[in-house]
C-alpha cells in the first residue's frame, strides 16, 4: 500500500502503478491553530492485504515534515508490519554539518525524527549520499539523474554536460552516460551568501556547442543563473538545465528568465511544472 504525503501525489500515483500496488486514501487537514493532520482513512493493513506501507513524502516544507511523521504513524498504527519511507526529495538535506559554533547539524536532526517512525528510508539524489548515514534505520540513496537525459532532444550539438560546480560532476556524468554521447565539465564554485554564487569557468571551448547543465537541485536559481550567463557570454549554442529536484524557491524562475533559460528539465520528487520525468521507476526498483 503506497500513503502518499501532500507533495507527493503524483509520484506516489505512478509509484503504485509501477508497483501494482494500492494507493491509499489520504486527507490532509489544518485545524484553526494551524496544526496538520495527515491521514490515511480506511487503511487497515489486514484489509488492504497490506503489511508494507510505503509512505511517500517529499520534505519540502516543515508542514510536510509533519505530514510525513503523522503518515508513518498512522500506517503502524493501523497495522503495518514494515513501513517503508521514500524520500523523494529530502529537505535540510543540504544543512549536513554545523557551520557555525551553536549551529545544529539540521540534517541529522530531521533524520533522527523520520527514522522513530520507519524500518527503512530511501531518498532520491540527496546532496550528499553520506546524509543517509544520519538515519538510525538503514537508509539509501537512490540515483534517478539518468532520467535526466529522456527529454532532451535528440539532436544535441557536440554536446557538453556541465555541471556548476565539482560535487555535480557525477550528475553530469550520468546524464552524458545516459543520453550516450558527449564531453562532460564543471566550473568552480564559490559561494558567497545564500542567493549569490562566484563561479569560475573552465577552458572548455562551449562556442556553438550545445549545453545541458545539470545539478541535483534548483533552489534559488542562483547558481544556473550565474552559469547560463556565462554560458552565453561564450557564445553557447543552446542551454538546456536539467536538476533532479526542481525546487525553483521564490523568484528562481524570474531570476533565470533573465539570465536566458530557455528550457529547465526537472523530475517528480518535486512536484513543479518543469518535472518532466518521473523517478517512480528509479524508487520501484530500489524497493
Ligand atoms: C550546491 O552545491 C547544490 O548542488 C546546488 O548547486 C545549489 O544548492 C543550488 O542552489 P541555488 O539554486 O540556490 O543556487
Redesign the pocket.
Known amino acids: 500500500m503506497i500513503i502518499s504525503g501532500s507533495a507527493s501525489q503524483t509520484l506516489a500515483a505512478e509509484l503504485a502503478a509501477e508497483l501494482d500496488e494500492p494507493l491509499a486514501s489520504v486527507e490532509y487537514e489544518r485545524f484553526p491553530d494551524g496544526e496538520l493532520l495527515a491521514a490515511a482513512p480506511g487503511f487497515a493493513a489486514e484489509e488492504a492485504d497490506a503489511e508494507r506501507a510505503i509512505v511517500v513524502a517529499s520534505t519540502v516544507s516543515s508542514d510536510a515534515h509533519v505530514e510525513l511523521l503523522q503518515l508513518q504513524d498512522a500506517a503502524r498504527e493501523w497495522g503495518a508490519s514494515e513501513v517503508v519511507t521514500v524520500l523523494p526529495y529530502m529537505g535540510y538535506a543540504?544543512q549536513d554539518e554545523a557551520f557555525e559554533e551553536g549551529h545544529p547539524i539540521s540534517a541529522r536532526a530531521v533524520a533522527r525524527a523520520i527514522s522513530s517512525g520507519t524500518d527503512r528510508v530511501l531518498t532520491v539524489n540527496p546532496?550528499e549520499e553520506a546524509v543517509c548515514d544520519f538515519f538510525d534505520v538503514p537508509a539509501e540513496p537512490i540515483d534517478a539523474a539518468g532520467r535526466l537525459a529522456d527529454p532532451l532532444p535528440a539532436d544535441l550539438t557536440d554536446p557538453v554536460f556541465l555541471s556548476?560546480?565539482e560535487?555535480?560532476l557525477d550528475i553530469a556524468a550520468t546524464v552524458r552516460d545516459a543520453y550516450g554521447a558527449g564531453d562532460t565539465d564543471y566550473f568552480e564554485k564559490k559561494r558567497l551568501s545564500g542567493t549569490e554564487?562566484e563561479l569560475t569557468p573552465s577552458d572548455t571551448d562551449v562556442s556553438g556547442r550545445d549545453v545541458v547543465v545539470t545539478?541535483?537541485?534548483?533552489?534559488?536559481?542562483?547558481?544556473?543563473a550565474e552559469a547560463v550567463g556565462i554560458l552565453h557570454e561564450r557564445d553557447a549554442r543552446r542551454v538546456f538545465l536539467a536538476c533532479v529536484h526542481p525546487m525553483l524557491a521564490s523568484n528562481?524562475r524570474s531570476k533565470l528568465a533573465r539570465a536566458g533559460v530557455e528550457t529547465i528539465y526537472g523530475t517528480d520528487t518535486i512536484e513543479r511544472d518543469v518535472s518532466a520525468v518521473s523517478v517512480a521507476r528509479s524508487v520501484a526498483d530500489a524497493l
Do not use: Q, Y
Open positions: 543540504r546532496h556548476p560546480d560535487g555535480a554564487v545539478d541535483d537541485i534548483i533552489a534559488t536559481g542562483s547558481t544556473m528562481a
